[in-house]
């Protein structure tokens, strides 16, 4: 029997390509979506759909009680498609309470189900000014102000739930800003630009060597350092589903 994952979010622009990383790596894959209409995507991905929402505490409690994973990949977001300007203000607002309350549910959940693993993502460009490239053991921003105060408080909620958790052994991966397919742009951007599939073969390689711990995940800048995930996850910036033969599937 393969090993099971409840990977929460898995309709998302990360969370699709991993579901194709994770089933053709010959795990069973339980993707969640709030959204009836989107069971069909997971199914054709080889995942089977698991309709639920994060805030629904003893709805996730249920379900995850019932698949009794080995692993728990967190992939949840609630961004709009492309981050449209126009709709940041409040998507980040959203996002945050999602990373605080939706992450502690999630935990929880997992606690209950018995899984002691789980697999969640981060952002890279949450670090308080000081000396770059940021490692991993430099301090979050949590004095600043606005709508990045809104952000990095919610991420470091999530950081907190994931690694702070007794009996829980979490792994937290600092994605890089996001770009290719799903994403809004095919361009690398941003200080520390990330392919979407780059950033889910981290979470597969995450799962597969069973790490726990922190992991920037970027390609090579000057804003943030990626060496600690190439060293021990042996990830690389350059990772598709191409190389894998799945960019077709």
Request: with cysteine; proline share 3%.
């Given at each position: 029997m393969s090993e099971k994952i409840f990977l929460a979010g898995a309709t998302g622009v990360i969370g699709s390509v991993l579901v194709k990383l994770l089933v053709n790596a010959g795990y069973t894959v339980y993707g969640s979506t709030r959204r009836e209409d989107r069971a069909e995507s997971l199914r054709s991905l080889g995942a089977i759909p698991i309709i639920v929402d994060v805030f629904n505490v003893d709805g996730l409690k249920s379900e995850l009680v019932q698949i009794k994973p080995t692993y728990v990949v967190h992939q949840l977001t609630d961004l709009p498609r492309g981050l449209d300007p126009s709709q940041m203000a409040k998507a980040i607002a959203r996002n945050a309470k999602l990373r605080n309350e939706g992450t502690a549910n999630l935990v929880e959940a997992t606690q209950s189900s018995g899984c002691t693993r789980i697999v969640a993502q981060s952002i890279a460009w949450a670090y308080a000014a000081g000396s770059k490239p940021y490692i991993e053991e430099d301090a979050l921003d949590l004095q600043a102000e606005g709508l990045r105060r809104i952000?990095?408080?919610?991420?470091?909620?999530?950081?907190?739930?994931?690694?702070?958790?007794?009996?829980?052994?979490?792994?937290?991966?600092?994605?890089?800003?996001?770009?290719?397919?799903?994403?809004?742009?095919?361009?690398?951007?941003?200080?520390?630009?990330?392919?979407?599939?780059?950033?889910?073969?981290?979470?597969?390689?995450?799962?597969?060597?069973?790490?726990?711990?922190?992991?920037?995940?970027?390609?090579?800048?000057?804003?943030?350092?990626?060496?600690?995930?190439?060293?021990?996850?042996?990830?690389?910036?350059?990772?598709?589903?191409?190389?894998?033969?799945?960019?077709?599937?």
């Amino acid at each position: 029997m393969s090993e099971k994952i409840f990977l929460a979010g898995a309709t998302g622009v990360i969370g699709s390509v991993l579901v194709k990383l994770l089933v053709n790596a010959g795990y069973t894959v339980y993707g969640s979506t709030r959204r009836e209409d989107r069971a069909e995507s997971l199914r054709s991905l080889g995942a089977i759909p698991i309709i639920v929402d994060v805030f629904n505490v003893d709805g996730l409690k249920s379900e995850l009680v019932q698949i009794k994973p080995t692993y728990v990949v967190h992939q949840l977001t609630d961004l709009p498609r492309g981050l449209d300007p126009s709709q940041m203000a409040k998507a980040i607002a959203r996002n945050a309470k999602l990373r605080n309350e939706g992450t502690a549910n999630l935990v929880e959940a997992t606690q209950s189900s018995g899984c002691t693993r789980i697999v969640a993502q981060s952002i890279a460009w949450a670090y308080a000014a000081g000396s770059k490239p940021y490692i991993e053991e430099d301090a979050l921003d949590l004095q600043a102000e606005g709508l990045r105060r809104i952000s990095v408080s919610g991420i470091a909620a999530l950081e907190r739930n994931i690694l702070d958790t007794p009996s829980m052994n979490g792994t937290v991966l600092r994605y890089g800003h996001l770009y290719g397919p799903g994403t809004g742009t095919d361009q690398a951007s941003g200080a520390s630009p990330l392919h979407v599939e780059a950033a889910a073969f981290a979470a597969l390689l995450a799962v597969q060597l069973d790490v726990s711990g922190v992991y920037n995940i970027a390609e090579d800048n000057s804003e943030v350092c990626s060496e600690k995930a190439k060293r021990v996850l042996e990830w690389s910036a350059s990772l598709r589903l191409a190389s894998r033969n799945l960019d077709s599937q």
